[in-house]
């Protein structure tokens, strides 16, 4: 499935018909000129929000002392004793293993990308990376998801290093997430980037949100799809791009 990126406002009594979600509104509702055709395809994402480092230098942050004290209350709120020698030095890890863990919103994806190779030999055809294992945070219980992406493109003249793929996955995969975004934003920065012919991303990843906690369903995955151009456009590059990333490992 592609991921679909659109804001979500909260619906009220005197929302105006384009505030609506189309499962507000009644087939009664829906005047013919303003149906949908059946190949609506995903909002593009503005290359602002994210081609550049996420964390600004004049953005204002808490201090390193602050973040550990917030750590503490925390530990308060579970019912610990942030004052017993076990948990004496755990503010000052967790902070660091939080710019360990978050170290993406300080990361460029476009500078990831930058340098390219124009030796190709009139290769046409699509590269693909496949099995980039990645670990993430979901933002909406900062808890961790992980798994693999597969990524292909179609150059166009130029490659890019392949370790640059896996580097940009981990750049978008470091900061708080959400699957879908996730593939969005990997297959939005290669299209805008590379300029190549067309992009697939396919993602499949376990969230602990779901296995350790709430319905603690162990082993369940989530897949998410971003095709761009050629791969968008024709479903027999997809199904090729889906058949090599299924094909077993020797």
Known sequence: MDALIKSLRPKTSDSKPSDLKPSDLK?????????KPADVRPAELD????????VRADQ?????????????TLLSY???NPGREG???????????????YQGYHQCPAEVLD?????????????????????????????????RAHIAYTPVERVVGLSKLARLTDIFARRLQTQE???????????????????????????TCMSVRGVA??????FTSRYTGMFRDNPAEQARFMSLVRTPQR
């Open 47 to 54: 290359p602002s929000e994210f081609l550049a480092a996420a």
């Open 87 to 101: 948990l004496l030095d755990t503010p000052r890890r967790v902070v660091e293993a939080f710019d360990e863990l």
């Open 78 to 80: 579970i019912g610990e």
């Open 181 to 207: 975004h996730l593939t969005a934003q990997i297959a939005a920065a290669i299209d805008e980037i590379l300029k190549p012919r067309g992009v697939a991303v396919l993602i499949e990843a376990e969230h």
């Open 217 to 222: 369903k162990h082993g369940a995955m989530t």
């Open 115 to 147: 340098r390219t190779f124009g030796e190709t030999a009139g290769y046409d055809d699509f590269v693909l990376v496949r099995d980039i294992e990645f670990t993430s945070q979901c933002e909406h219980h900062m808890m961790p998801f992980y798994g």
């Open 60 to 72: 204002p942050r808490p201090s390193r002392g602050e973040a550990e004290a917030a750590v503490q």
């Open 27 to 35: 087939p009664s509702d829906v005047k013919p000129s303003e149906a």
